[in-house]
């Protein structure tokens, strides 16, 4: 292997790099501007036109701005009537945030086992777990797969259940032509600086067809006031989305389709590079998905210790999304069940992210493949 091969004397590799996408834009300067000379910074005139703006790009008829994504989760879990002692179901694979807004609630979550192949809430685990003791399904879209959404609406809808989209990591995704967020009764979106649409801080939305939702939303989101000061809905939270975060997000908007086909490019290029290999890649690069983060599952036995370290070697940054379950997490106690989840358990050893963002350059892509096809299983 020669030195150029091995990344040597090259640059590394972030699993990100924002300052690519933002810190030069003009638009998002002018942009900031904009609100420094408006005098509004909560709940102004851009993060009204960001909610009507997301709600376009969703076709669904109602956004609202929040703080974060877990504070959207909260509030979902709420509005659909989730409160203290409710069961929900989640997965346990995803990072802990749906756990960590259940438990403020103090819900209990009953944990559903995952596909093999994209990680995503299985079905046939999913079904034994419904009946009237559940209140709602948290389903998490994945590292920008989308999971079924339209089959668990329909083994919900006998038992009443309430269906919360957790879009976080798909913005954009879609299964049979809907954008995803907008299928269940509730969706809800973080804005991270990491995501697919991305602040320069935290954020947050909420997306619903059902008004009597959106209405209990919008009082929760601040302090629960059903008018200015007047406390009656129990749960509230101070939320909100502040303009310069909508003003940027709304510059996000019309690049966001592009953005996610640049992304599943380079997951499909991942893709090719692999093709000899045992790796197998968990991300999809197919149309309705979008490529959040390039998740690679190793071999059973393979040492992911090694196979970070031989990325390393060629200048080339990784982690792991996510390295526990969430009921192995010492600060998560609010779980029902700790039966074990047979494919949760054995991919979570096995997984592993690696660069993707829509402005690598083809030659960081043609390092990355390198890299992959270097490494003997």
Request: aromatic share 6%; net charge negative.
């Amino acid at each position: 292997m020669t030195s150029s091969e091995s990344g040597a004397g090259s640059q590394s590799i972030n699993l990100n790099n924002l300052k690519r996408d933002k810190a030069g834009s003009i638009e998002i300067q002018k942009a900031i501007l904009k609100v420094l000379e408006s005098g509004f910074w909560i709940h102004g005139p851009e993060h009204k036109s960001f909610e009507i703006e997301l709600a376009e790009f969703l076709k669904v008829k109602y956004v609202r701005g929040v703080a974060s994504g877990t504070d959207a989760l909260e509030l979902a879990l709420r509005a659909v009537g989730c409160k203290r002692g409710t069961n929900i179901i989640s997965v346990a694979n995803a990072g802990g945030y749906t756990p960590i807004a259940a438990a403020a609630i103090g819900c209990e979550v009953v944990y559903c086992d995952v596909d093999t192949e994209r990680l995503l809430m299985n079905l046939e685990s999913l079904a034994p777990l419904l009946s009237t003791e559940i209140t709602a399904v948290v389903v998490t879209h994945l590292y920008g797969n989308v999971a079924p959404v339209h089959a668990i609406m329909e083994l919900c809808e006998p038992f009443g259940i309430k269906v919360i989209e957790d879009c976080a990591q798909a913005i954009g995704a879609s299964e049979s032509g809907v954008r995803v967020g907008t299928i269940g009764h509730v969706g809800t979106f973080s804005f991270y600086p990491t995501k697919n649409l991305g602040a320069i801080g935290d954020g947050g939305a909420v997306a619903s067809n059902d008004l009597r939702v959106v209405r209990r939303i919008e009082e929760l989101r601040q302090y629960g006031w059903t008018s200015k000061y007047k406390i009656d809905i129990p749960g509230g939270m101070n939320s909100r989305l502040d303009e310069i975060q909508a003003a940027v997000l709304r510059v996000g908007i019309p690049k966001l389709d592009s953005k996610n086909e640049k992304r599943r490019k380079i997951v499909e290029q991942y893709s090719i590079a692999l093709e000899n290999s045992n790796i197998r890649l968990v991300t999809s690069f197919h149309a309705e998905n979008v490529a959040h983060l390039a998740v690679v599952i190793l071999p059973e036995k393979t040492s992911r210790d090694r196979f970070r370290a031989h990325m390393d070697r060629f200048g080339i940054q990784t982690d792991v999304h996510y390295p526990l379950l969430d009921y192995g997490q010492v600060g998560l106690v609010n779980s029902k069940n700790n039966h074990e989840l047979t494919n949760s358990a054995s991919a979570v050893e096995r997984i592993v992210s690696i660069p993707l963002f829509p402005e690598l350059s083809d030659d960081e892509i043609y390092r990355i493949c390198s890299a992959l096809r270097n490494f003997a299983t």
